[in-house]
């Protein structure tokens, strides 16, 4: 790729009934690796064995690479959403009758197929009825209806809850039972402990090291996909101060705010320097909530003060105007436009919020860029190089400093480490907590429940819709925000939260 070579050198063994890790860094050369097996890249030295075959094969295509018997299910789901869940279960092998898809028995099969795998849906639908995480688990039984030997899970539970992700994982081990190799990406390493045998380790390309689970423990796993000592696993800063607030700091206060059939109305006050974490189960209402405050959904209930003025937030540029910023879950939808350089998707917000007739300067443009680049780590060849080549961490980088280039005061970032390595949630916490520590408002959604705890100086809690609680740092359990989290009955706040 631009200025990088993607792999070199790399040996990877996969044995039969085996789940193996793969584990490293954003760039580390995971996904390339996937893509060569694949046949989505080309590779141009070595050479690939499977099944025991005393000659090398070349997998010209993903087809051809699931003829050898070699399934993907990506993080970012590829379905068809205005097809049905049948339709996209048999998509390219349809069931056939007299030259017609034969609908009733695709239907039939589909059903099956789901019910094995305990997956709840209604196969005549069209898939986008549903949720990312049911969404991603029809991808799963696609490639495992498909007589797979080979299954490549490549982030596969990034948008499961810890349900859905026991389901997954009793699926696999069905699948290792029956003789299938099962290639595991994922940047949870609990997860990799509890369910994979081996683990293959790459950095910058090249090969780390194979390992076996038992015999690695976490923080030296973290050290060889870092290439450096590195502790402390969670990387959070746990020891933030406690800080009284007033109400000549106060940045955001919500009275009644709300959106039928969107999301239930809350009150909720927010405060310079503070970091207000967004927690509860999927589906349960949190992005719905900062995406209310933001203005990119129109609430059409209650009242918003930021920086005590009222706000009626038509569309986002005016919450922009207001020193709001917004980083949005889904990076690739939402957030990259990915033909465009570095450069152009860093400067974007700043130039929206300057308008058409107050352009940068190309010299203006290319110092922000690379002070942020310099800044923020990210690692790209040029400020130039399109943003779709550089792995998802460093473009969750450049997301954030097109947010940062707008100066805001009030942040919000929704799941801003997902999806990516160890090394730059590290980076991503700290840049948090030093936002904070120069007076800046963070709101963090995050369903890493370590995480938000580690981050927050309050967290909010959801369920369902409904605001549940929210929870001062100095109460913080893991089993009060659970409850929380799986409870109806709606939070009511103290007098002086009024």
């Given at each position: ?81 205005n ?17 017609l ?8 099969k ?22 990312i ?15 797979a ?41 609990e ?51 406690e ?71 038509r569309h ?54 690379d ?6 780590q ?101 089993e ?19």
């Open positions: 790729f631009p200025g990088v070579k993607a792999l070199q050198n790399v040996d990877f063994t996969l044995k039969k009934g085996e789940i193996h890790a793969l584990m490293g860094e954003n760039g580390a050369g995971k996904s390339t690796l996937i893509k060569v097996l694949t046949g989505v890249e080309e590779f141009e030295t070595g050479e690939i064995l499977i099944d025991g075959c005393d000659h090398a094969i070349v997998n010209r295509s993903p087809q051809e690479a699931q003829n050898r018997g070699i399934s993907t299910v990506y993080q970012e789901v590829n379905l068809c959403p097809l049905t869940v049948a339709e996209n279960l048999f998509i390219g092998r349809e069931p056939r009758k007299g030259g898809i034969d609908w009733k028995t695709m239907n039939k589909a059903g099956k197929l789901l019910q094995d795998l305990d997956i709840h849906a209604d196969v005549t639908q069209t898939i986008d009825n549903y949720s995480a049911i969404q991603q688990m029809v991808a799963i039984a696609r490639a495992v209806d498909m007589s030997k080979v299954l490549i899970l490549d982030e596969p539970t990034s948008s499961l809850d810890d349900g859905e992700v026991e389901k997954l994982f009793t699926l696999m081990r069905r699948l290792k039972a029956e003789g299938v190799g099962i290639i595991f990406v994922t940047h949870f390493l997860q990799v402990y509890a369910v994979c045998d081996k683990i293959t380790v790459l950095r910058n390309g090249q090969l780390v090291g194979q390992f076996t689970t038992a015999e690695l423990p976490r923080v030296q796993l973290v050290a060889k996909m870092m290439g450096k000592d590195f502790d402390d696993l969670a990387a959070i800063k746990n020891s933030r101060s800080e009284k607030h007033g109400d000549d700091d106060v940045v955001i206060k919500a009275v009644g705010l709300g959106k039928k059939g969107y999301i239930k109305p809350f009150d909720l006050v927010i405060h310079k320097g503070e970091v207000v974490g967004f927690t509860g189960l999927l589906g349960s209402g949190r992005s719905e909530t900062v995406r209310v405050l933001y203005g990119a959904e129109k609430p059409d209930e209650g009242e918003l003060k930021v920086n005590g003025k009222t706000l009626t937030a986002p540029l005016m919450s922009m105007n207001a020193g709001m910023a917004y980083l949005p879950e889904d990076r690739k939808n939402e957030g990259i436009i990915a033909d465009l350089s570095v450069r152009e998707n860093l400067i974007m917000a700043l130039q929206a919020k300057r308008g058409i007739f107050h352009l940068l300067s190309r010299k203006q443009q290319e110092e922000f860029t002070k942020y680049i310099e800044m923020l990210i690692k790209t060849a040029s400020r130039e190089t399109p943003i779709k080549s550089l792995s998802g961490g460093n473009q969750q980088k450049v997301l954030v400093g097109r947010w940062l280039l707008t100066d805001p005061d009030i942040l919000i970032v929704d799941e801003p480490t997902r999806g990516i390595d160890v090394g730059a949630k590290a980076e991503i916490h700290s840049l948090i907590t030093k936002l904070a520590g120069e007076g800046k408002a963070i709101i963090m959604i995050s369903s890493e429940l370590p995480e938000v705890m580690g981050m927050s100086d309050r967290i909010v809690v959801m369920h369902e819709g409904t605001m549940t609680a929210i929870v001062d740092r100095k109460d913080f359990s893991s009060l925000i659970l409850k929380y989290a799986t409870s109806e009955v709606p939070y009511q706040p103290a007098a002086d939260e009024q």
